[in-house]
């Protein structure tokens, strides 16, 4: 997958066709567990057939239990706003632009589900930060405003859609 401006450095995709713990091929409407594991920097999706999975790995950031598409079927995001939140709190204090991007992409998703709210914006050293805070827990978020274009914008939201197994 090509990094362009934008773009994260994330070796992730849909749910895959083998389990990652016996090789096997996973097949359509088979219960599988996705997880979501932090290997050397890089977030890496690793999916197991359900009775396969060895239960939560070390540097896991998140899982989720789903289903394997029937051919033709339309994905339904099997995410939720805990699992977004998880990668978006794991991406905490990352200085690496992309990875930057790929966290402010998930505050607005998190935003637009209304499990952050807006409060301010901030300047600090000339960058704008906005403030965040979780509707549920009341914890207090910062992040950089990166300033994304639409087109940067759409890059990072399409990677963390197939971060997510979206699309």
């Known amino acids: 997958m090509g990094q362009g401006p934008g773009m994260t450095p994330y070796a992730i995709q849909g749910p895959g066709r083998h389990c990652a713990a016996t090789g096997r091929e ?49 994905r339904r995001p099997p995410v939720n706003d805990e699992l977004l939140l998880d990668c978006f709190t794991h991406l905490a204090g990352a200085t690496d632009p992309r990875q930057e991007n790929f966290r402010y992409v998930l505050a607005l998703l998190l935003m637009r589900r209304k499990r952050l709210k807006f409060e301010d914006v901030r300047k600090d050293g000339g960058r704008e930060l906005l403030c965040l805070r979780d509707a549920r827990s009341g914890a207090r978020h910062e992040l950089p405003d990166p300033r994304l274009t639409d087109s940067e914008m759409a890059a990072v939201q399409l990677e963390v859609f197939r971060v997510l197994g979206w699309n």
């Open 26 to 74: 996973l097949q359509p409407g088979e219960r599988i567990v996705s997880v979501l594991g932090d290997e050397a920097g890089r977030l890496v999706r690793k999916d197991f057939a359900a009775d396969a999975w060895p239960g939560p790995l070390a540097g896991a950031v998140a899982w989720w239990a789903g289903r394997v598409p029937e051919a033709g079927q339309p």
